[in-house]
């Protein structure tokens, strides 16, 4: 009987002990299928994040262009032989490459000192060709000073900001559609307003951008001082006509003399008058006081 107690004791060890086993073994898989499925997901929100960044990537390079978006201006200060006549060749130049005159002046300060300015928008492939023509006109350059300014990063700010500005308004309009209170709809519709207002400043300053772009700036200064040399055969010399002018000044100068004369006569002759009855008077007062007594 004890041994049969023994033998029912010892398998329900037996039994305990393969239970245990089991367990373990159950909860190690258990473990090793969470580490597995965990590192997995770690891969694939890797992967993804790298997509993410790579699509960025792609994003930022489709929108800067790869044309840089500079703003050109020139000053040219130039002596020339014949002013006239190289300002019509600058001006013809102009017309050719296909630019506009914003300016033109001419100042004559004296016969011999003559200065003319001009203001010129060039496309911008032609910017070079032009300066170069420019000087190819003059005798001496004195002055040349060319700039650029780069404002492809301002420019590609501004296409974003309209971007997500449209963007904005494009879900306006559709919540416009939508609602269905006035408040709602007045509410939508200000900030509409608001948004197309933005839009339309930001669209100015991108057309601006690209026009300062695609034409060039360029002022020119010119000079000319003449040398005059004075010269028999540069007036006419009329003898004949100088005395008769002459003559005729003397004889007006006479006529003007007599008048004044005839004049002062006329209009004093009271006066003289007077005065003559007067001195006779006095002349044979006098008279009588000298007769011997």
Request: net charge negative.
């Amino acid at each position: 009987m004890k041994s049969k107690v023994v033998l029912a004791l010892l398998l329900s060890g037996l039994l305990v002990l393969l239970a245990s086993c089991s367990s373990s073994d159950s909860s190690k898989e258990d473990s090793q299928t969470e580490s597995s499925s965990t590192s997995h997901d770690m891969v694939v929100t890797e992967q993804e994040n790298k997509d993410k960044t790579e699509e960025l990537a792609n994003e930022q390079s489709e929108v800067i262009p790869t044309n840089r978006k500079i703003i050109h201006r020139a000053e040219l200060q130039l002596n020339v032989k014949n002013l006239e006549k190289t300002q019509l060749t600058i001006e013809e130049k102009v017309s050719e490459y296909g630019g506009y005159i914003v300016e033109s002046n001419v100042h004559r300060e004296s016969e011999e000192s003559i200065s003319a300015r001009l203001t010129v928008r060039i496309p911008e492939k032609h910017f070079q060709t032009f300066l170069t023509d420019a000087e190819g006109e003059a005798a001496e350059v004195l002055t040349r000073n060319v700039t650029g300014e780069d404002v492809t990063e301002q420019y590609i700010d501004l296409e974003s900001r309209v971007k997500s500005k449209r963007t904005v308004e494009e879900r306006l309009l559709a919540f416009m559609g939508k609602a269905e209170k006035t408040e709602d709809l007045l509410k939508i519709s200000s900030d509409l307003s608001k948004v197309q207002e933005e839009i339309e400043l930001i669209v100015g300053k991108i057309k601006y951008l690209e026009n300062q772009t695609s034409f060039s700036t360029i002022e020119i200064a010119m000079y000319e001082n003449r040398v005059i040399v004075p010269g028999v055969d540069g007036k006419r010399l009329d003898t004949w006509e100088k005395t008769k002018k002459q003559l005729a000044t003397s004889m007006n100068f006479i006529f003007a003399a007599g008048s004044g004369l005839i004049v002062l006569f006329i209009g004093n002759l009271p006066v003289l008058l007077l005065l003559l009855l007067v001195g006779v008077g006095i002349y044979f007062i006098f008279k009588r006081t000298r007769k011997p007594k």
